[in-house]
Structure formats: structure tokens, C-alpha cells
């Protein structure tokens, strides 16, 4: 499970191996009725997690040992956080620091103005803005100015592949679009499947659209749909992107049945585990679900990774990434302890116990010069590989899915699987986003 997408989960088990922030299960905590006025204190609210919450709620004891106001912990399961958050703000039940996932879910209350700009704090504080990888923390800034910080790992989406399959097949993992292009003949050749996508959920499919969109036409083209300006669903480079999707279907990259699997049930993982299907494009919590389902294929060694392949005429940043960038803490503009609050971001989510109770429980901090700190994880070199993406990437894009509104989400994934089908045209599918706006 993660937190940073609605529609797709993995298996429980994984909980305490997935490298960046799982998914909420158990049900809502106490304190139904508090919230910003609760007694002078701060009321914090997060999702349920049963690794997670214990790391949280450490680093709101160690703030309330050295601070005038206590904060309190309040958890809600993922569906209902939304809802009860939405309604909440703006009452007298609203959090003092509310759990987010950034981008366009953190700026509709930034648009109302509920949420406090942690830009003036930044500047009397440089380091509380460098204490933290600038890509991910950019996903918190709306209209230039910082509202929130991140408080949960990264998980970007890479590459990942069958060690074994590529030795056999005599190829280095793709560096390029055009390695990638030659490994899927290559593949075809063999009868393997090259890369094994769980087409029955569009948001798999996304991955793709938003990797080639980037490579194509840099991070803007999606900051223009973000931002909802008029004619961006019909940019050149994202009609080109989804053309070279459709192209990939059509040559074979994924196989005469990508359409009927699914990768909640772990299908699309056992492909690549079992060198049926040479590649898959994945956010990194794919360790977590091959270590639950298919844990021989990890410790043999042969479940490798590399990130997206470049493209030498696009105008994207070669080393750019997309995925869930973290999970972030933001205050509401209505709390009566703003500068409480801001202490508690600033001296919990960086703290030496913080993070390494995060990278304990496997995750990857959006934390600034913790190199030297992923021995301890379960999974040094993978952590390692995923901090070094972060750390040198210019942007990281937000999951298209997460940073539109829901209703264009759903239309977006549903007309992108018309177009890996080949019944939509790239054309259709500008003109039907352009109309759901």
C-alpha cells in the first residue's frame, strides 16, 4: 500500500519493507471533537499506520518535553482523512498541522486560505528549507511560497528489471529510449514479454505518459495542466508522449494481454520475478511487494533497478523524476499556536530520531545529508540507489493522479487506457481532457 495514491494497495505484509511512505489501515483515533482550539495545545493529524504512527508520535513526545504547549496525536483511516479533513478546516475542530499529500491536494486549502506560508519562517530560518531534498520540498510550494515540509519518505517511479533475463539475453539494462526500444525487440525475439505492465489500472499506464512527457517537454507541460491553463491537455509534447505510448503498445512492449493484469493481486510483479517479462516501470514500494510475494527473487540477487531511460532530443531534464515525492505537514492559518507549530515542524521531521526511526521502519527521509545514515535500513543499497535519484534530480513531478482534482483524474486514466488500446487517439484524448476541465 502507499499513501500517495487512491486506487491501487499492496499487501500488508509489506508494510515494514516498502522503501517510502505505506498505506493507512486500523480506524480513526481519538479526539473526534478536537482540533485547532483544543485546549491551547496542538492537535496533530495524520493517517493510521501502524509503522509509522509509533515515529510520529515519538517525535510529539520529544517536542512536548522541551515545549510550552503539548501536542496531541490524532490518526484517520485514508478514506475517511480526506472527507473529515475537508470538512473540518475552517471549524472549530480543524488540526493545528494536518497530514497532506502536497501539490494540488495541499493547494485547494492554500487557495482558501487555511494554510499558513512557511516562507517567512524560511527566510528568518535558512535551514529549516535546507534541511530537506529541494525537489521534494518544492512539491509544497504553491505560487512561489513554501506551505508545508515533508514528514514521510520519497518514492519515486523506476525502472526495475530481471538481472538473470538481461544476462541471458546478452543486454545491459536501457540507458536510453532508443537501448529501450532495442531491448523490447530484443525481448520479443525470445518470446519475453519486455515489460510487464498491470494494464487493467490506468495508473500504471500514467507512469509511462508522465516519464515520456518530461523527457519530451520538461516539467512545465505539466505544471500548465496543474495549474489548469487553457489548451495545456493539447501540448505538442504530451500529444507526442501518448503517441509513443500507443507506439509501445502496438510493438509489443507489453504483451497481448497487458489489458487483463492486475497488480494489486500480484501479477504484474510475478512476470518480472519469474523472467516471464523482462521490465517494469514502478514506484519504489515494488520492493516492498516482491519482498511479500515473491522474496526468493529479491535475495537472489536478480531484481535489479535503474532509473527512467534519457531521450536525446527531448527537452526535458535527463535526470528529472516523477512518482510520490513524500507526505508533508502544513498548519492551518486558523490555529491559535502558530509559532508552536512551526517549532514542532522544525525541530520533529529533522530530527536524528525522526529519521532514523524512518529509515529503521525502511523509508527514505527527504532529509539533506543523511548519506552515511542507510546502513541501518534493511535494505542499504536499494535506499541508497533511491536517495541518490532524489538528491540529483532538478524536479520531481507529482503523480499526475495525486495533483489533479479527482474527477479530472478519473476521466485522465480512463481515457489514457482507451489510448494504450489504440480506441482513443491522442488527438481524442487532448480534446476530452480539454472538455472535462
Not at 482540533?35 to 495545545?41: N, W
Not at 496542538?42 to 513526545?61: F, H, K, R, S, Y
Not at 512536548?64 to 478514506?79: C, H, I, Q
Not at 500548465?224 to 509501445?248: K, N, V, Y
Request: aromatic share 10%; charged share 20%; glycine share 10%.
Amino acid at each position: 500500500m502507499r499513501y500517495m495514491s487512491r486506487p491501487h494497495l499492496i499487501g500488508s505484509a509489506a508494510l515494514a519493507l516498502v522503501v517510502g511512505a505505506t498505506s493507512a489501515c486500523g480506524t480513526s483515533g481519538p479526539g473526534e471533537e478536537s482540533g485547532g482550539g483544543s485546549e491551547g495545545g496542538l492537535e496533530v493529524w495524520a493517517l493510521e499506520d501502524a509503522t509509522v504512527n509509533p515515529i510520529v508520535q515519538q517525535g510529539i513526545e520529544q517536542f512536548n518535553e522541551s515545549s510550552d504547549v503539548s501536542a496531541e496525536l490524532t490518526t484517520y483511516v485514508n478514506d475517511a482523512y480526506k472527507q473529515k479533513l475537508q470538512v473540518a478546516m475552517g471549524s472549530p475542530n480543524a488540526p493545528d498541522v494536518f497530514f497532506n499529500w502536497g501539490g494540488g491536494n495541499l493547494a485547494q486549502y492554500v487557495n482558501s486560505d487555511q494554510v499558513v506560508n512557511l516562507s517567512p519562517y524560511m527566510e528568518d530560518d535558512p535551514e529549516l528549507r535546507e534541511s530537506f531534498l529541494p525537489s521534494v520540498l518544492d512539491v509544497a510550494e504553491i505560487d512561489g511560497e513554501y506551505y508545508g515540509v515533508p514528514m514521510l519518505g520519497v518514492q519515486p517511479i523506476v525502472l526495475f528489471y530481471n538481472k538473470q533475463v538481461f544476462e541471458d539475453a546478452g543486454i545491459e539494462p536501457p540507458e536510453t529510449y532508443a537501448d529501450l526500444l532495442d531491448a523490447i525487440d530484443t525481448f520479443k525475439e525470445q518470446d519475453i514479454i519486455p515489460v510487464s505492465l498491470a494494464g487493467a489500472q490506468g495508473w500504471t499506464e500514467l507512469m509511462w505518459l508522465e516519464y515520456l512527457t518530461d523527457r519530451l517537454g520538461g516539467k512545465g507541460v505539466f505544471d500548465a495542466i496543474a495549474a489548469g491553463e487553457e489548451g495545456s491537455w493539447q501540448d505538442p509534447a504530451l500529444l507526442e508522449a501518448l503517441s509513443m505510448c500507443r507506439d509501445l503498445a502496438e510493438r509489443g512492449a507489453f504483451g497481448s494481454n497487458f489489458s487483463s493484469i492486475d497488480y494489486d493481486n500480484g501479477s504484474a510483479s510475478s512476470l518480472l520475478a519469474s523472467g516471464k517479462a523482462a521490465m517494469m516501470l514502478m514506484g519504489t514500494w515494488e520492493l516492498g511487494t516482491q519482498t511479500d510475494r515473491n522474496p526468493e527473487f529479491v535475495e537472489s540477487g536478480n531484481f535489479a533497478y535503474t532509473d527512467f531511460p534519457t531521450m536525446e532530443d527531448g527537452e526535458g531534464e535527463p535526470n528529472a523524476i516523477v512518482g510520490n515525492p513524500s507526505n508533508y505537514f502544513s498548519i492551518n492559518s486558523d490555529t491559535e499556536n502558530e509559532e508552536a507549530a512551526v517549532d514542532f515542524l522544525t525541530n520533529t521531521v529533522t530530527s536524528d530520531q525522526y529519521v532514523e526511526g524512518l529509515i529503521e521502519a525502511g523509508q527514505v527521509p527527504a532529509v539533506e545529508g543523511i548519506e552515511d545514515q542507510f546502513s541501518s535500513s534493511d535494505t542499504p543499497e536499494f535506499s541508497e540507489f533511491t536517495y541518490n535519484l532524489v538528491s540529483d534530480a532538478p524536479s520531481f513531478t507529482q503523480s499526475w493522479d495525486q495533483a489533479v482534482d479527482p474527477a479530472t483524474a478519473e476521466a485522465m486514466l480512463t481515457n489514457l487506457q482507451q489510448v494504450f488500446l489504440g480506441d482513443t487517439t491522442p488527438e481524442e484524448f487532448g480534446e476530452a481532457m480539454e472538455q472535462q476541465r
